[in-house]
């Protein structure tokens, strides 16, 4: 009996040996006891324990089913001392000399405390029993942050958990991160050090190589050159063909390692394949209000410019609120419902007339002003004369307001609703636009992807929206906006439609409290010990705090429904050219003269057409209204044969006046209309 007890232990022992050998023991003490959730543990000074370090120890427990008790930890805290009761000792002992040598070897102890991430099994729930402590493989990485429930099915790696010399995939739960269980990512960090963009371009990366349901992701650009470059390389291979420009501005490659822990991830260490990259133009109307206007990069770059019926059901937005009462709302909701795409009969002795664009809609404010100043009427279908000339003066001046974002006619340069391809990112550079501009652009593009997700008929199951500057455009305090309403809108209600916010600011502590609370996953870069203070990192301890202010660049603290405690990992270099580095090797181009410009965007439907023969049908017209009118059917129809003759085409010819014969005795010109002095909205 007593040899077979003894073979017992020695089996274990082995497999104790096979699967590690231990680092630790757990120390309970009457100061320091142990709980169903954290226990203490010392190790050697040599051991490779440090604070984020998953540790595991197991029990026996003749209650189990496995007749042992496993008990997964993350070390949260750590301690270093020795039998010293007080430095004065110390002192004494080297005389006072810090060089002299000790008289005593003083034993030196590392105590940690770990914080419980999992127990298997769960019942009953109990204080972690003493025994020897062991460092956790892949296997054991994954239990103890339960990603075993959801690796094979749906898991997106989000870096690398450093174990020793090991490196372990940590996965997030693409239910949690996509929707629908929970949904949106939230990423804070300080300004440059916390690589907040990079870390949300690995992410989304990972997700393209891991998810399998078709996803796009709308990234709008508010500041600079960020997100301008995520076709291009960060790595020039020989085959890219700027190389010699990598190597004349020094642009760094990727190292070894970084590779690597691409391939340990299995995820492409490559930039994003298919990128649409949108801008509205400047108020000259021909040239693209952006960074990436360098003619080697033009191919995907496409204009947005939007039309009276994408403005009039976001009048709100570019209206003061002042001016929105409820009379001015009935009658912008009349003219939405009555007379938008369809007949308006002013009056009986009056063409019905149809409004398509704003140009339209001047025209028929005109016939109605004019037919109540004639017949001396102070209402018009119960809308008053002062509320008419109000939302006249507000819509007519928006064309103005807006140039190169909203058109006078009705030509229409979008986004491609309906038909968003699976694995595309469409850009939206929104960076030199005014705040209003910017509003509206936020609160359409996420009204059009919400109603179309839900009418299941966008061309993709899923939609990720990615907004830098939280702090600026959703802060806890400050007035209202409609782009704050926006993104708290996604952030309640997007993830049952599968529309999800990825979203990074520098301080967390100080972004609408809606946002970052329904972000089920958040990622932390270097932090400013300021931010560290306030309120909402009370939970961390305060080593956590310390280890959070020294992250390296490329290092991220990570927060998950699935895990107990924040776990810190480490991510690749994303293979991605860097805005500034962008512009040192793809500088924005001068703006165009007319006709100059107007051969630029044509050209990107037909490579050849003749840059001479654009500039002389542009002298010819002698228009630039109906030229740049031209340029825009044309770019919206995108005709498969000739470009050139197709915006010809388009261009409406004028009468010649010489050629027409007119009776001057019988022409007659109608005296204008005096504006009332009493109206305040005459002038």
């Not at 402590?133 to 690796?151: G, I, K, P």
């Not at 970084?258 to 649409?276: G, N, Q, S, Y």
């Not at 305090?477 to 049952?496: A, M, N, P, V």
């Not at 410009?597 to 439907?605: G, I, P, Q, S």
Request: charged content about 30%; aromatic content about 10%.
């Amino acid at each position: 009996m007593n040899i077979y007890i003894f073979g017992i232990e020695r089996l274990n022992k082995m497999a104790q040996d096979i699967a590690g050998k231990s680092i630790g023991r757990i120390a309970a003490t009457k100061e320091r006891p142990n709980t169903a959730y954290d226990f203490y543990f010392w190790t050697s000074e040599d051991s490779k324990v440090g604070i984020g370090t998953l540790v595991y120890t197991v029990a026996e427990d003749k209650y189990s089913e496995t007749g042992t008790r496993t008990a997964y930890g993350i070390v949260v805290e750590g301690w270093g001392y020795t039998d010293l009761e007080t430095p004065l000792h110390d002192y004494i002992g080297s005389e006072g000399d810090p060089s002299a040598e000790a008289a005593t070897e003083r034993p030196e102890i590392r105590l940690y405390r770990a914080a419980v991430l999992r127990v298997e099994p769960e019942e009953p729930l109990k204080p972690v029993s003493v025994g020897p402590v062991y460092l956790s493989d892949d296997e054991r990485v994954c239990t103890a942050l339960r990603m075993d429930e959801y690796r094979e099915k749906s898991g997106i790696p989000i870096g690398l958990y450093q174990n020793g010399e090991e490196l372990s995939p940590v996965y997030l739960d693409a239910d949690f991160l996509l929707g629908p269980e929970a949904a949106h990512l939230n990423c804070t960090g300080v300004s440059g050090l916390a690589t907040k963009t990079s870390a949300i371009e690995f992410i989304l990366s990972s997700i393209f190589a891991h998810f399998d349901k078709p996803v796009a992701v709308v990234c709008f650009n508010v500041k600079g050159p960020d997100m301008l470059f995520l076709d291009l390389p960060a790595n020039a291979d020989e085959d890219c063909e700027f190389k010699s420009l990598y190597e004349m501005h020094g642009i760094a490659n990727l190292n070894d390692e970084d590779k690597a822990r691409f391939a340990r991830m299995k995820i492409p260490c490559e930039p994003f394949k298919k990128v649409e990259y949108y801008a509205p133009y400047k108020p000259d109307r021909v040239n693209l209000n952006t960074l990436r206007s360098n003619e080697k990069l033009r191919s995907n770059v496409y204009p947005l410019s939007w039309g009276l019926n994408e403005v009039m059901k976001f009048t709100e937005v570019l209206l003061n609120r002042d001016d929105v009462d409820a009379k001015a709302d009935a009658l912008i909701q009349f003219i939405r419902q009555r007379v938008i795409d369809q007949e308006s009969k002013i009056s009986e002795e009056l063409d019905p007339m149809v409004v398509r664009d704003f140009a339209d809609l001047q025209r028929w404010f005109d016939a109605v002003l004019e037919w109540m100043e004639k017949n001396n009427q102070q209402t018009w279908q119960t809308h008053n004369y002062a509320t008419i000339r109000k939302i006249y003066n507000r819509l007519s001046n928006l064309t103005t307001r807006y140039k190169g974002l909203i058109s006078s006619d009705d030509c229409v340069q979008d986004l491609p609703w309906g038909d968003f391809k699976d694995r595309t990112i469409y850009v939206i550079d929104v960076a030199n636009l005014d705040p209003q501009a910017q509003d509206l652009v936020f609160t359409r593009v996420v009204h059009e992807l919400r109603e179309r997700l839900e009418k299941k008929n966008l061309g993709v199951e899923h939609v990720v929206v990615v907004v830098d500057e939280l702090n600026k455009y959703a802060p806890s305090d400050g007035h209202e906006t409609y782009l704050k309403q926006t993104l708290l809108d996604i952030s309640e209600r997007g993830r049952y439609l599968g529309l999800v916010l990825f979203s990074a600011q520098q301080f967390r502590s100080q972004v609408h409290k809606r946002v970052v609370g329904n972000s089920a996953t958040c990622i932390y870069g270097r932090m400013d010990m300021d931010e560290l203070s306030t309120p909402g990192y009370q939970v961390l301890t305060s080593a956590t705090k310390e280890k959070l202010a020294t992250l390296s660049k490329g290092q991220l603290m990570v927060r998950h429904p699935h895990f107990t405690q924040p776990i810190f990992v480490k991510f690749p270099r994303p293979n991605i050219l860097r805005g500034p580095d962008g512009i040192k090797m793809f500088p924005p181009e001068e703006d165009l003269p007319l006709g100059d410009a107007v051969w630029r965007n044509l050209k990107n439907l037909d490579d050849d057409i003749d840059r001479l023969a654009v500039k002389d049908i542009v002298a010819e017209c002698n228009d630039p209204d109906e030229i740049i009118r031209a340029m825009n059917i044309t770019l919206q129809k995108r005709p498969n044969g000739n470009v050139l003759a197709y915006f010809e085409s388009c261009i409406r010819k004028k009468p010649n006046a010489r050629a027409c014969s007119l009776d001057e005795d019988k022409i007659t010109f109608e005296q204008p209309i005096s504006p009332d002095p009493d109206d305040p909205f005459a002038y």
